[in-house]
């Protein structure tokens, strides 16, 4: 049995929705991290039986039910809202850390790494891993709160399809080819592949959701910021464009300086686009510069949004079960 120093054995973590885009990111960030955890791999009925690796080993993925979670520490649901709410409608049992990272609606206590107090181990509730646009704008707006106040703050998120499941980025990819194809679409409103969606009551519920968020981490009473959400005919990857005003003047450079020092991993001399930020950990900031009136800035945000959340989420694991980094 694989061990952790000081010979307890390594917790086991189940992923449910493992096939899912974030679910196989998840894999990945487990497999990088020095702790031999070891993995069961939960899905629904329409991916059981397929085959993932991890460590070396080949898994089978299973279906999910109260069963496959008896035997495990740690349960992760990257799956849809939809199949966590069934599950949760049942009364099924629940192992002693689950965390939702789901992006849906479910309220609970919210970890964003570096601006959250620490949870205790063995949290007695369901915990959120919040996706990748929460963890961003919270990190970057309590540094900016810490050093000269925030006395608000607006952002418009660029929601890839990766956002939204593996199923928006089918489509993204079936609509792509159809266009290209030169064949006729269905109603072209609703169209991601070239195109841009204006913000709906689904994406208007996610954006309240994300600010809230944000709103419940601040140890310092940074205030929650305006949000609103934009599709865009990107698979991978996000993109923010957010707008600040301090109660201390600052230049650009100052700025700058804050947001990029110390342990948050804020980088300027980096990606200025999503897909130049793909696998990197790091927040890219570019393009800041002042905005109409007084202490007021614009700034540019690039992220890889799958690895950012994912990240997070192994924080919120190796917090929740004593596990060192």
């Known amino acids: 049995m694989s061990t952790v120093p000081g010979g307890e054995p390594a917790p086991k973590i189940a992923i449910v929705g493992s096939t899912s885009p974030l679910g196989k990111e998840l894999l990945r960030v487990l497999e990088e991290s020095p702790v031999p955890w070891r993995l069961s791999m939960l899905d629904t ?16 993925v299973q279906v999910i039910s109260p069963e496959r979670l008896e035997d495990v520490d740690v349960a992760v649901f990257a799956c849809t809202p ?5 599950y949760m409608e049942r009364g099924a049992y629940l192992p002693p850390v689950t965390l ?13 790494d570096g601006v959250s107090r620490p949870h205790p181990p063995r949290a007695p509730e369901m915990l959120i891993a919040p996706r990748a646009d929460t963890v961003v704008i919270a990190r970057v707006l309590e540094r900016l709160h810490g050093a000269a106040g925030v006395e608000g703050a607006a952002a418009t998120i660029l929601e890839s399809a990766s956002e939204r499941g593996g199923t928006a980025m089918d489509r993204l990819q079936e609509e792509t080819v159809q266009v290209l194809n030169f064949q006729p679409g269905a109603e072209k409103s ?20 994300i600010a809230r968020q944000i709103g419940s981490v601040s140890p310092n009473g940074c205030p929650a910021p305006a949000i609103q959400i934009v599709s865009v005919p990107v698979f991978q990857g996000g993109a923010i464009s957010m707008h600040v005003r301090l109660r201390t003047g600052l230049t650009v450079g100052e700025l700058e300086r804050v947001l990029t020092s110390g342990p948050l991993r804020v980088r300027s001399d980096a990606a200025r686009t999503p897909l130049e930020a793909l696998g990197s950990d790091d927040i890219h900031l570019s393009n800041v ?32 079960t004593s596990t060192p980094s």
């Not at 969606?197 to 689904?202: G, I, M, T």
């Open 100 to 112: 939702d990272v789901t992006g849906g609606p479910r309220e609970g206590p919210v970890f964003v």
């Open 82 to 86: 939809e199949l966590l709410d069934r």
């Open 45 to 60: 009925d329409a991916y059981a039986g397929l085959l993932q690796e991890f460590g070396g080993e080949i898994e089978i």
């Open 289 to 320: 510069r002042e905005a109409a009136g007084e202490n007021a800035f614009w700034m540019w945000i690039v992220t890889d949004n799958l690895r950012i959340a994912a990240v997070n989420a192994v924080r919120l694991i190796q917090n929740a």
């Open 190 to 209: 609703s169209q991601q592949a070239f195109n841009v969606l204006s913000p709906d009551s689904a994406s208007d519920g996610r954006a309240a959701r």
